[in-house]
């Protein structure tokens, strides 16, 4: 009973605490022409985010109706419900464990028109290391990806494996939305490694467009 109760309740508490904060925010948008395209296009896309960013993207992308892969685990449970408080759509299932189905239900939500959001490092690190698994659902359900980072100029840094940051009260927040990369789907096949390098090597691209923004 204890137990439902607080996964009833933490949830409705986590949301009301980040909504508090993050209405403090000062808010940006660098390449938010990026999504207005596709969606004139009727296309859905993948928001790729380090796992660092979950608690600020998650609220900065609330009510959106996006797809989210949360793990089996316990604390995946605790991440679901949040993402449906959040009016997003939690599939469960990581790359550690149910993966091949929950990655199935990410590609038939987004071939029905839906669009998601991944950490593609997530949900264990190491940290801002892709795995393919987004990858391959770009590349099946041809929805291209979207990297997508979170700065600020004062934050707090967790002692978790992701180092998750969250911004202080009042804080000048950007969020910048990269060039969406499309996987061929045979090229993913035959060189998953070296497209791997490239969406690290675009994301963090983005990181460091960011980064200038928020120091200049």
Known sequence: MMQDFKFWFYPILYKWVVM?????????????????????????WIYSSWHE?????????????????SSDSKDGEFSARVMVRMGNFPVRGSS?????????????????????????????????????????????SNCPIIPYHVVSDRYWSLTSWDKQRIPKPFSRVIICIGEPLRIDK???????????????????????????????
């Open 186 to 216: 045979q090229r993913f096949k035959q060189d998953e490694a070296g497209l791997i390098v490239e969406v690290e090597e675009a994301m963090q691209q983005n990181v460091e467009r960011a980064e200038e923004a928020i120091s200049a």
């Open 53 to 69: 960013n979950v608690v600020v993207s998650q609220w900065a992308e609330r009510n959106q109706g996006l797809v989210m892969m």
């Open 20 to 44: 508090l904060l993050m209405a403090t925010y000062r808010v940006e948008y660098i390449g938010r022409e990026q999504v207005d395209r596709l969606k004139s296009n009727a296309e859905g």
């Open 96 to 140: 550690s464990h149910g993966g091949m189905k929950a990655a199935r239900a990410v590609i038939q939500a987004l071939k029905s028109g839906s669009s998601a959001g991944m950490t593609p490092d997530g949900p264990r690190g190491p940290a801002r290391k892709a795995k393919p698994g987004m990858l391959f659902i770009s590349a099946v």
